[in-house]
């Protein structure tokens, strides 16, 4: 079944310690993204990576990482969470091309506190 | 920088009534435009999708949107709503680079 996993699915941390969101996706797809979804605002793009090696940032990057050394995986990483991050993170895969229809994972909901 | 809006935080529409839900946009260039539908607990779901040729684009579920370039719009249409459409459904742009943005989202509910 063609799919995007991310995990965890739900992460109560505390401000400051290193945390990791895993990603990956089984369709060979080259473009990968993460988002942000917060109440009122949308989703908005942190990072995204045109294919390995290859990451550009979106329009909220601060506080975030994110590295594609395989091509089926892009976690994002936080290096020293903040209460602000707290949110809904989405990963999305799609290919390259004219149409870039995103797959999207199932979501991970991060409270930092 | 390309943004998206959505000017309706909700519509309600009853059962077997059309409903609309408005997206305007603003982007450099020609855009790329989607239309994806968020279920409860559940990631993004892919509707219909814009790039070029006909204005009237048609899409999942019997969902379509028509894309208005005087008016910089694309709307999200269904002749004929049911209980099951009720969703969040955000309206998304891509520009001639490679960055998504998508609006706030507009919350559908069809009353029975």
């Known amino acids: 079944e063609a799919q995007v996993t991310q995990n965890p699915r739900y992460l109560i941390t505390v401000t400051g310690k290193k945390l990791t969101v895993t990603c990956s996706q089984n369709?060979?797809?080259?473009?990968m993204s993460w988002y942000r979804q917060d109440p009122g605002l949308g989703l908005r793009q942190i990072y995204y990576?045109?294919?390995?090696?290859?990451?550009d940032k979106g329009d909220v990057p601060e506080g975030y990482k994110v590295s594609r050394k395989e091509k089926r995986n892009f976690p994002l990483i936080l290096e020293s969470p903040s209460p602000n991050q707290t949110s809904l993170y989405f990963c999305?895969?799609?290919?390259?091309?004219?149409?870039?229809?995103?797959?999207f994972g199932p979501g991970t909901r991060l409270t930092v506190t | 920088a390309q943004s998206v809006a959505q000017p309706e935080d909700q519509v309600n529409v009853a059962e077997g009534n059309p409903l609309t839900v408005k997206c305007t946009y603003s982007?450099?260039?020609?855009?790329?435009l989607f239309w994806y539908v968020q279920y409860p607990n559940r990631g993004l779901q892919f509707l219909l999708k814009y790039i070029t040729g006909d204005n009237l684009v048609k899409g999942s579920y019997g969902f379509e949107a028509e894309f208005n370039k005087s008016q910089t719009s694309f709307h999200l249409k269904k002749p004929s709503a049911l209980v099951s459409d009720s969703a969040l459904y955000f309206c998304?742009?891509?520009?001639?680079?490679?960055?998504?943005?998508f609006g706030p989202g507009t919350r559908l509910s069809v009353l029975p």
């Open positions: 999305a895969s799609s290919s390259t091309g004219r149409s870039y229809e995103q797959y």
């Open positions: 990576s045109m294919n390995v090696e290859v990451t």
């Open positions: 982007v450099s260039g020609n855009p790329y």
């Open positions: 998304a742009v891509r520009d001639y680079g490679q960055n998504f943005v």
């Open positions: 369709m060979n797809h080259e473009y």
